[in-house]
């Protein structure tokens, strides 16, 4: 089979790495790619907005399968240009993916087909939402409604926060029209994990459980970024609580959906938190999440390029879905400055080094080649990713490998899966 992946990042990186491992596959495209990707794909010069290109390069060259990274094409209708061409692709429909698009349509769709989620408000400036924000009480979640790269999700924890997110959002237009309308929601305490399953349009196949880190600083301090690190199992997950979450969220979502006449295919992906009262959906997306889709890939036992291809025709034929019983741990590295005003360009060395450490896989995100010298060139660059028997190994395995990473302004999270570690059983373990 022709493949082409679109998308430019470690998630990218990761999925032609995994298809590219399948006997069906013949040829492996990437558009655009980047260096670490150009080791298992040929990239392609063309952006995934340019949705129209896209489709002209996959009619040329007669792709028997594309499957989409991120989701700014999605929501600019890929799916729907390559479906009127008779393009067999991976990837929801605008109307679909409006639930990641758009936070008011999510909640309000939620709301619709009792998927649990927080108590929320829609307002449209700062007076409304400051004065819901009082009746919810502190700490509070402002969100912009449209897409702002994983970092309009705001949290307030005191009133000088939420006068200031207030004026983020609707003064200073930080996130642009995103914030036309905001979010506001009850903030929910308990433990965060990612859920995500393949969906065909009418079933779901649950992948296994990820935990992913947002907050760029140790201890969950500092803003929220597009993700610092990841570890699948999450820990704290039960299977008992993974069988509520597949029915109380995922297949309610799809159903609910394809009854609105959106019927999903792709990667649908639940942002969970874990209360006291049960799982509740913080948010959801319409596309493999970044970074948890690395260390997924990296334990999935069957052959990826079969599954996406039956769910693109609409008919999985796979019941389930076969997983390694070893964890898997990633770690982000981010240039300096991120998640405002990255610092690129500077050298990167000593991945060989890296990725020569046992069960180790280095995927790359924001790098390029200049004087033929890799260098970073974006906000996260790199996501250093290991496999092992448990978790406190993926973790020793893929923090042995950041140090052998030569980039002396690296950024990274130092307690990736700490917390989670006991140290009489030496790991987590979970679905």
């Known amino acids: 089979m022709r493949v082409l992946v679109i998308g430019n990042g470690a998630r990218e990186h990761a999925l032609c790495w995994k298809l590219r491992q399948s006997p069906l596959l013949t040829e492996l495209y990437c558009a655009p790619g980047n260096p670490g990707i150009a080791a298992v794909a040929d990239r392609v010069p063309i952006a995934p907005e340019e949705v129209q290109r896209l489709a002209d390069f996959a009619t040329e060259m007669r792709i028997d399968l594309t499957v989409v990274g991120p989701e700014l094409p999605l929501t600019l209708g890929i799916a729907d240009e390559f479906a009127g061409r008779g393009l067999p692709i991976f990837g929801p429909t605008q109307r679909a993916a409006e639930i990641e698009g758009s936070k008011v349509f999510s909640k309000l769709f939620m709301d619709r087909h009792k998927i649990p989620t927080a108590p929320f408000a829609v307002v449209h400036d700062a007076a409304a939402a400051l004065s819901e924000a009082r009746r919810f009480g502190l700490p509070v979640v402002l969100k912009a409604d449209g897409l702002a790269a994983g970092k309009g999700v705001l949290i307030a924890t005191t009133q000088d926060e939420l006068a200031e997110a207030a004026r983020a959002l609707f003064e200073e237009r930080r996130f642009g029209a995103s914030a036309d309308r905001v979010v506001v929601e009850a903030f929910l305490p308990g433990d965060e994990v990612s859920f995500m399953a393949l969906c065909d349009g009418e079933r779901v196949l649950p992948l296994a459980t990820a935990r992913d880190y947002k907050r760029i600083g140790d201890g969950d301090t500092g803003p929220n970024t597009g993700g610092m690190g990841a570890h699948s199992p999450s820990g704290g997950l039960s299977a008992e609580t993974a069988a509520e979450v597949v029915e109380t969220v995922m297949r309610p979502a799809v159903a609910g959906l394809a009854a609105e006449g959106r019927p999903f295919v792709g990667v649908l992906y639940a942002g969970l938190m874990l209360t006291p009262e049960g799982p ?68 990167i060395r000593g991945l060989d080094r890296a990725g020569a450490i046992e069960g180790v896989e280095i995927f790359h995100a924001g790098t390029t080649v200049e004087g033929g010298e890799l260098v970073s060139a974006g906000g996260r660059v790199l996501s250093v990713c290991a496999l092992a028997p448990d978790l406190r190994g993926a973790l020793e395995r893929a923090y042995a490998a950041v140090g052998e990473v030569d980039w002396p302004g690296k950024v990274y999270r130092h307690d990736i899966g700490r917390r989670l570690l006991d140290p009489d059983q030496g790991g987590v373990t979970g679905p």
């Open 280 to 347: 509740r959906v913080l948010e959801f997306n319409a596309r493999f999440g970044d970074p948890e889709a690395q260390v997924l890939l990296m334990r999935l036992e069957d052959d990826l390029l079969p599954l996406l291809a039956a769910g693109a025709a609409g008919r999985f034929d796979a019941r389930r879905l076969s997983f390694r019983r070893e964890a898997a741990a990633g770690v982000v590295l981010a240039s300096p400055g991120y998640p405002g005003r990255p610092l690129t360009g500077e050298p």
